[in-house]
């Protein structure tokens, strides 16, 4: 039995309604067990991502298999641009039972780490790693290097692009690693859209970062789109299941129709 106390009980079945190519994992998810089962078993919210839901150094205590994926290998369906992709979490050491956060540090070391790099490093135009830790955070270095050092297996590894999306400090930077790749935060609870693109060549490599205030303005602005045209049909889904979940819980604290913190 699944209860509304379960973070994210409310969440995550939001969450899959997003259009993610992937998504990674992050510490609060991490600190009960019921949240942990819920994801995988209640809601099918890990499953349901098809193994995009990147799990790359978070593992199930019991089966030390991991709770997502590894790692996937995302492809533009225009483009044809083949990007591989992990989702690392920082060093957690204070999560619930039924996982294990392993170090960044020993996971760039172990031979699933270095296979996923022989097998596609040859074939993708880059790499991207979803960190959820500080744009800074030393695995950030950790794990730039751990794919360096295969390049005299790899060839090209020395300067493929790698592009770390990260997040956790709840702040806005942008910090260039080497001349062909970079560590982007953009910002905390949804106020901000981060943007970041980059050229995918063997020379040193230009990076284009903007941060987009998370509102309609700002979103058709940056997009060019018009504000009467700027709604999709999914777009308008996600809004409507946003709203069922507000009212829902403004039903369950007893308010009355119609109540927001406005009007407090």
């Known amino acids: 039995m699944y209860t509304v106390g379960i973070h994210g009980y409310d969440l995550f079945p939001l969450i899959s309604l997003m259009p993610f190519d992937a998504l990674t994992v992050g510490n609060h998810d991490l600190y009960d067990d019921g949240t942990i089962d819920y994801m995988k078993h209640g809601s099918g919210f890990i499953d349901g991502w098809n193994g995009t839901y990147l799990t790359s150094n978070t593992l199930n205590a019991t089966t030390m298999e991991p709770v997502g994926s590894r790692y996937t290998v ?35 070391e172990e031979d699933w780490f270095k296979d996923a790099l022989r ?28 794919i360096r050092s295969m390049a005299g297996e790899v060839k090209g590894l020395d300067t493929i692009n790698v592009q770390f999306v990260t997040g956790h400090t709840h702040y806005r930077g942008w910090t260039k690693k080497d001349s062909f790749s970079s560590s982007f935060e ?54 409507k299941a946003i709203e069922e979940v507000r009212q829902s819980e403004e039903r369950s604290d007893g308010r009355a129709e119609g109540w927001s913190e406005a009007t407090t």
């Open 74 to 108: 995302m492809e533009g369906p225009n483009s044809g641009v083949r990007i591989l992709t992990f989702g690392f979490l920082y060093h957690q050491t204070d999560s619930c039972g039924s996982v294990v956060v392993e170090d960044p540090a020993s996971v760039v």
């Open 119 to 146: 097998s596609n490093g040859g074939s993708v135009d880059a790499i991207v790693v979803l960190g959820h830790m500080d744009k800074d955070d030393e695995n950030v270095d950790v794990i730039l290097n751990g």
């Open 186 to 239: 953009a910002g905390h609870y949804l106020d901000t859209l981060g943007f970041m693109s980059f050229d995918i060549t063997p020379d040193p490599t230009w990076f284009n970062f903007q941060y987009v205030e998370a509102n309609l303005e700002s979103l058709c602005e940056f997009t060019g789109v018009e504000e009467d045209e700027f709604d999709t049909e999914l777009g308008t889904e996600i809004s």
